[in-house]
T-cell receptor, first 114, second 115 residues
Framework: SAVISQKPSRDICQRGTSLTIQCQVD?????MFWYRQQPGQSLTLIAT?????????ESGFVIDKFPISRPNLTFSTLTVSNMSPEDSSIYLC???????????FGPGTRLTVL | AQKITQTQPGMFVQEKEAVTLDCTYD???????LFWYKQPSSGEMIFLIY??????QNATEGRYSLNFQKARKSANLVISASQLGDSAMYFC????????????FGGGTRLMVKP
């Protein structure tokens, strides 16, 4: 399976600021996914990022709040803009590979907004 | 309606015993995949096991097996010989082929293994 890294692993931010999370994969992949996991909750898909096209956002998520870049087949960024305490979550990227298009996840970015 | 339901918010199991974590799903798509993930307190999501809707046999991966009952739309995870390191959150997830490659997750079950 792919090896996926994320930066930063955790951060504490002030409200009103923005944070960009990086996701790096050790092999070329077509699709990358960004998920949010609010405290005590399950994972929710934010958007799907394909290289060379705009990201596809799920209901409840908008590009102005969560802009995504996908400059090549091994890298993507997610920005959490104009943060509020409600954005405090774990943000995870994933890629699908192998049998059943299994999704493999990065280690996550634990974000706290004060 | 919830697509993935995990009815056990928390469970205890004695070390070395087997445990079953329940998962039921709802889909009208004839082609889908079911997945189980483990999330320890560190937050990472670890893939455990996959079952395709057309697979005739139940999936197994080491101490993990998936009890797939298609007619009942259930995909329970069985962990044999529980270890202390199995203590974690466990999530069931589904991918519907007609919905692209997105995963829909259940609410999770917290498993605690007692020594």
């Amino acid at each position: 399976s792919a090896v996926i890294s994320q930066k930063p692993s955790r951060d504490i931010c002030q409200r009103g600021t923005s944070l960009t999370i990086q996701c790096q994969v050790d092999s070329q992949v077509t699709m990358m996914f960004w998920y949010r996991q609010q405290p005590g909750q399950s994972l929710t898909l934010i958007a799907t990022a394909n290289q060379g096209s705009e990201a596809t956002y799920e209901s409840g998520f908008v590009i102005d709040k969560f802009p995504i870049s996908r400059p090549n087949l091994t890298f993507s960024t997610l920005t959490v803009s104009n943060m509020s305490p409600e954005d405090s979550s774990i943000y995870l990227c994933s890629v699908d590979q192998g049998v059943g298009d299994t999704q493999y996840f990065g280690p996550g970015t634990r974000l706290t907004v004060l | 309606a919830q697509k993935i339901t995990q009815t056990q918010p928390g469970m205890f199991v004695q070390e070395k015993e087997a445990v079953t974590l329940d998962c039921t799903y709802d889909t009208s798509d004839p082609s889908y995949g079911l997945f189980w993930y483990k999330q320890p307190s560190s937050g990472e999501m670890i893939f455990l096991i996959y079952q395709g809707s057309y697979d005739q046999q139940n999936a197994t991966e080491g101490r993990y097996s998936l009890n797939f009952q298609k007619a009942r739309k259930s995909a329970n995870l069985v962990i044999s010989a529980s270890q202390l390191g199995d203590s974690a959150m466990y999530f069931c997830a589904m991918r519907e082929d007609n919905a692209g490659n997105m995963l829909t997750f259940g609410g999770g079950t917290r498993l605690m293994v007692k020594p």
